[in-house]
Nanobody
Framework: QVQLAESGGGTAQAGGSLRLSCAAS????????MGWFRQTPGQEREFVAA?????SPVYADSVKGRFIASRDDSMVYLRMNNLEPDDTAVYYC????????????????WGQGTQVTVSS
């Protein structure tokens, strides 16, 4: 059983920045793809970014060029720059056995979620 614990989030103004962190309870080799999803009320969780083990991150088109995902052993981070009101959501850390599985939502483990609110 892998436990994921998020921290960070909060409130920012449009154009501002926030940083999310996520700690996994096992070494990084046991969590091939780690990254982030987000969800707004009434909507499905959507893929944001993923960082495969020893490989480059991949991003959703909606955040490409603004968000930076990175990984350090069992930690994964999401630096969110140039925030927009549409980025307001609960952000979830996640891990999956494959990158393609991660991007399609076939996630093995979820964090508890952290709220990000962007005001205009």
């Amino acid at each position: 059983q892998v436990q994921l614990a998020e921290s960070g989030g909060g409130t920012a103004q449009a154009g501002g920045s926030l940083r999310l962190s996520c700690a996994a309870s096992v070494p990084s080799a046991h969590t091939y793809a780690m990254g982030w999803f987000r969800q707004t009320p009434g909507q499905e969780r959507e893929f944001v970014a993923a960082v495969p083990y020893s490989s480059s991150p991949v991003y959703a088109d909606s955040v490409k060029g603004r968000f930076i995902a990175s990984r350090d052993d069992s930690m994964v981070y999401l630096r969110m720059n140039n925030l927009e009101p549409d980025d307001t959501a609960v952000y979830y850390c996640a891990s999956a056995a494959t990158l393609s599985g991660f991007q399609s939502g076939r996630v093995n483990y979820w964090g508890q979620g952290t709220q990000v609110t962007v005001s205009s």
